[in-house]
């Protein structure tokens, strides 16, 4: 009958998968034992990958064939790394972006536009080097709030370089577009135009990009979670409970896309007389506490309707720039603050794979359990496709 020490040598003919050297002088093999024809073999090997522990079971079990042993084999290996972040592809299109920010809304009008501006001019007064990309292709309104309304695109080879005002890299489609041009977006072209604007632009090096979202959850959100590693979400609302409800499916989108909810900006939260300077509701103020409290996330500010953010933003002067001292813009500079704060929370160093976790053909992003399996097995899935999941996120 076959012994330990036979069962040790025929385990130090089994090479670790992908590997010259074996189990054995890897020093995976942590324990064998033997008795009659009962035999347990305890590995713990370091890949949580399930590819290499089906190959070295069926190498074990062909390599001890021949000693007629019942065999046991108990592999331990450590957890698949989580999945906390988005992207069915894997790909990072604007490495040199340290984190991006996606401002999104459950519907139109709710002033996510005038928040990516605001916060985006605070963040940068804070001493970050930030960028705005306006990813409202059926309204961009990013080059009028930023005094760049018919600014001429400077091209170098075949990329364009962004726009500056107020120390912000800006670049919208409302620049590369003639004004007024209106132009009806398919699916692809979406995610053409989306990806163009980040792979096609000149970005610099930046420590956070703002993306200012057309309104809902469709192709551009989710081609943009594909396309970069969203660090961090932004929910904008204004606090009356039927716009809380749209805010809801956009803070669902968030998760099923694996971003990080840095927060919700309450926004048209009271107002505030411009000649008295009391305060009046006028949506309901506080509302967002609780939606908050639901999705696990923070508000990030409250901001109240002011005349000043609303001429501001006509104008081409944000308010957080030219009024400094305006209620409004110190709201968006604490807001700011805490966007940064939680940007500093999640990892820098994150590998690009671990925060955009691949998910084979036919499993869309933001379908539910079964893809973040699927995932961990396939992890040189390049594209996916397949059914919607059927919750609006816009997949198909
Ligand atoms: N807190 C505020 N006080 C006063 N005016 C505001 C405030 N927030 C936004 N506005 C104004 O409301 C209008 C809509 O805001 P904005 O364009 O930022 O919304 P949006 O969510 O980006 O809209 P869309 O969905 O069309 O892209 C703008 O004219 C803006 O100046
Ligand atoms: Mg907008």
Redesign the pocket.
């Known amino acids: 009958m076959a012994n330990i020490e036979d069962v040790k040598k025929e385990l130090s003919n089994v090479q670790y998968p992908g590997f010259s050297k074996s189990i054995i002088d890897f020093g995976f093999v942590k324990d064998v034992q033997v008795s009659g024809s009962a035999c347990a073999i305890t590995l713990d090997i370091t890949s949580s990958a399930p590819e290499v522990e089906e190959a070295l079971r069926k190498d074990i079990n062909e390599k001890l064939a021949s000693l007629g042993l019942d065999i046991t084999l108990n592999i331990k290996k450590p957890e698949a790394p989580k999945q906390n972040s988005n992207s069915v592809s894997g790909k990072n299109m604007a490495p040199q972006i340290k984190k991006v920010v996606m401002v999104s809304s459950g519907k139109g009008g709710v002033g996510?536009?005038t928040t990516t501006v605001n916060l985006a001019i605070a963040a940068s007064m804070q001493g970050k080097k930030v960028g705005i990309l306006d990813a409202?292709i059926y309204?961009p309104?990013i080059p009028r709030m930023m005094g760049l309304n018919g600014a001429e695109v400077e091209v170098v080879g075949n990329k364009a370089k962004p726009l500056n005002a107020f120390g912000v890299d800006v670049m919208s489609m409302g620049n590369l577009m003639e004004e007024g041009q209106a132009l009806i977006w398919r699916g692809a072209m979406i995610m053409k135009a989306i990806q163009q604007l980040l792979r096609d632009i000149l970005w610099e090096e930046l420590d956070i990009l703002f993306i200012?979202m057309p309104p809902g959850t469709g192709d551009a959100q989710l081609t943009l979670a594909q396309s970069v590693p969203v660090s961090a979400g932004v929910n904008v609302t204004t606090p009356q409970h039927v716009a809380l409800d749209d805010s809801r499916r956009s803070l669902d989108m968030f998760k099923k896309l694996h971003i990080p909810v840095a927060g919700i900006v309450e926004n048209m939260s009271g107002f505030i007389c411009p000649s008295c300077e009391t305060e009046s509701d006028i949506f309901g103020m506080g509302t967002c506490d609780t939606l908050a409290d639901s999705y696990n996330t923070q508000v990030l500010g409250n901001l109240p309707i002011e005349p000043a953010i609303r001429e501001g933003g006509d104008a081409g002067k944000p308010v957080t720039y030219f009024n400094p001292e305006s209620i409004s813009a110190k709201r968006y500079m604490q807001a700011a603050e805490k966007l940064i704060a939680f940007l500093d929370s999640v990892d820098d160093d994150i590998s690009n794979e671990s925060i955009q976790p691949t998910t084979p053909p036919g499993v869309s992003a933001c379908s539910t359990a079964g893809a973040s399996t699927a995932a961990a097995s396939q992890p040189q899935a390049q594209q996916s496709s397949g059914g919607s999941c059927g919750t609006g996120c816009g997949c198909h």
Do not use: I, M, V
């Open positions: 996510k536009s409202d309204g309104n200012d």
